[in-house]
């Protein structure tokens, strides 16, 4: 929310403020709650691909894990700034991270090896040139959508013939952390005014950017889970300390 104080970075430029009083803290961040909310989608997505080098999945799980990070930098950059051009940097890598998800999800059953990798790195290439030259508002949240209900067919595939317990748990705690970060989005978004009179803002629209980060966890966690099953990698759902879930597999030495 503007609030006339000065800036490092000038007028705001994004199509786009937030429920959060602007430059409160410092002149170098528009945005506080909504820039360090992203911080623990970059320490999960760290420890993830931490994960997948360590125990050598397949590289597409550490480009998954990266594009996370990269996803959680462009934000904190839109959000510390309101600049029209730090605001593709968290937009475009939102549809770069969903046809990431799309080829882990769909190419196991692909049968034309190279032709799903050729197509979605030419799409998301246009997309982010397009996305460059024109303002998207309605357009992107469509597109969006649409990118993430490609998916849905897939991962509840993926869930009904998992057996494993844990791992199932994994695919509810991604459903339950969508929803619960929907909902802060949408208040957020459209009860502003009412959350602006209270005498304590709840920040909805970090606390999407804290379930999201947990939401892209356990994404992540419960795919590798099930492309370890499918490669027969003998996979079990451990946990980090005792809390944080993670993908443990023993893979069949060969001679």
Request: hydrophobic share 45%.
């Amino acid at each position: 929310m503007a609030d006339g104080i000065s800036s490092f970075w000038g007028p705001v430029t994004s199509s786009h403020e937030w429920c959060e009083k602007n430059y409160v803290f410092s002149s170098y961040v528009a945005e506080f709650y909504n820039t360090i909310s992203n911080i623990p989608c970059i320490v999960l997505a760290l420890f993830g691909l931490l994960s997948s080098l360590l125990q050598r999945f397949e590289k597409r799980f550490s480009v998954l894990h990266l594009s996370n990070m990269a996803l959680a930098i462009g934000s904190m950059m839109y959000h510390a700034t309101l600049q029209h051009v730090q605001q593709q940097s968290d937009e475009t890598p939102m549809v770069w991270e969903m046809l990431l998800y799309i080829y882990i999800l769909y190419s196991p059953d692909w049968h034309y090896r190279s032709t799903m990798p050729t197509f979605l790195f030419l799409y998301g290439i246009s997309f982010a040139v397009l996305h460059s030259i024109i303002r998207f508002d309605i357009g992107f949240k469509i597109h969006y959508v649409m990118l993430c209900v490609l998916c849905i067919p897939r991962v509840y595939k993926y869930y009904i013939y998992t057996q494993d317990i844990p791992a199932k748990r994994l695919a509810k705690f991604y459903v339950a952390t969508l929803l619960l970060g929907s909902l802060c989005w949408l208040a957020d978004r459209f009860y502003c005014n009412q959350i602006s009179g209270w005498s304590i803002n709840l920040q909805g629209h970090a606390m999407w950017h804290v379930f999201m980060g947990f939401n892209s966890y356990f994404a992540n966690t419960f795919l590798m889970f099930c492309r370890a099953q499918q490669r027969e990698w003998s996979p079990e759902v451990v946990h980090f300390m005792g809390v944080l879930p993670y993908v443990r597999i023993k893979k069949l030495k060969t001679h």
